[in-house]
């Protein structure tokens, strides 16, 4: 049996489902003992979900400084710390922007082994395995110092419910107050949805997009979908998207439950960085497009008639039926 931290990052009092992923990661060798981590005064917002979805203990990280937010530093120190205090084995996250900082500074303070972005993880046997070489190849490495400390690619583990007992104690960490970097603001992203890198629905646009202004096709239907905009990096170089947005070997890398690629041709770079999507829908008015061989639902049409077309049909579909007999 290994004791498995989770760090669980939570916005809004909400636990964020990609973290509910790390969680079932940790859950994949029954017997471990899943300790889930979270600062300040989420633990109490979020213990229920975190007990439904496999949980054995939650740990309410307090430190001398009350809002540790802002300081990166002082987290990872807090963290580590709890590392030692609950002799754990490991410490698992989510591959997102907030995850790779702090798995980093974790593994750098406790001189452990980092792995990012895995896709798998044998715990008897200390084996992971990740994508190298832009997908073409997958890395399988033994982790043989201990703790591990480990990234798991988001959506790559489906969040499941595996009720426990969940019982919360709080941890008082005495770690030194660093202000060596402090985060003034958090911007949103010109996007103005969800993180590419752990939604589970994208639709991005490529060059055939055409403009910026043209994005906003897309956004609309991202807003119905609840979805996030990506972009390629054709049309990122063009000025169409910020690089935040941009998905493939130079972008980032996605495993959505859907990815939609509006006017995208599919070269090997930009599939690289959306391969492990769960369903593939491909919009291109070019039949030769290479897209339509990796793709698992091909639309042949210009995306300027059919993503409106596809906001319309969604909008009508969660739209109430007006007059409906609910008897």
């Known amino acids: 049996m290994a004791r498995i931290g989770v760090l669980i990052e939570a916005r809004g009092g909400e636990v964020k489902k990609t973290a509910l992923g790390a969680l079932a990661a940790a859950r994949q060798d029954r ?7 979270l600062f300040g005064d989420h633990a109490e917002a979020c213990k229920g979900v975190l007990r439904q979805y496999g949980a054995d203990r939650i740990v309410a990280i307090r430190t001398p400084e009350a809002d540790i937010s802002p300081f990166p530093d002082v987290q990872a120190g807090a963290l580590a710390a709890a590392i030692d205090r ?29 792995v990012l972005d895995c896709m798998d993880i044998d715990f008897p046997s200390g084996i992971v395995k990740k994508s190298h070489f832009s997908g073409k190849t997958t890395a399988t490495l033994r982790l043989n110092g201990r703790p591990w400390i480990l990234g798991i690619r988001p959506n790559i583990f489906p969040e499941r419910i595996d009720p426990r007992q969940g019982d ?5 960490a005495t770690v030194p107050t660093s202000k060596r ?11 103005g ?12 646009g490529g060059r055939a997009v055409g403009s910026a202004e043209n994005f906003r096709i897309l956004k609309e239907c991202a807003s119905v979908l609840g979805a996030a905009v990506g972009a390629s990096r054709a049309a990122v170089d063009a000025g169409f998207a910020s690089h935040a ?3 493939g070997q130079t972008g980032k890398t996605v495993s959505p439950r859907l990815y939609i690629a509006c006017g995208i041709s599919g070269s090997v770079q930009h599939f690289a960085g959306m391969k492990t999507a769960k369903v593939i829908v491909a919009v291109n008015n070019d039949p030769d497009a290479p897209i339509f061989q990796k793709c698992d639902y091909g639309l042949l049409g210009d995306l300027f008639e059919v993503v409106p077309a596809l906001t319309r049909a969604l909008g009508r579909a969660q739209a109430p039926r007006i007059g409906h007999n609910e008897g």
């Open 31 to 37: 017997e471990n003992e899943v300790y889930a981590l």
């Open 181 to 191: 970097l402090v985060i003034r603001e958090v911007k949103q992203g010109s996007s």
């Open 193 to 204: 949805g969800p993180d590419v890198s752990e939604a589970e629905i994208i639709i991005s």
């Open 245 to 247: 947005m941009q998905v």
């Open 86 to 114: 609950f002799q754990l084995d490991a410490i698992l996250g989510v591959s997102g922007q907030t995850g790779r900082d702090l798995l980093a500074r974790i593994a750098s303070i406790a001189g452990a082994p980092l």
């Open 168 to 172: 919360t104690v709080v941890y008082e």
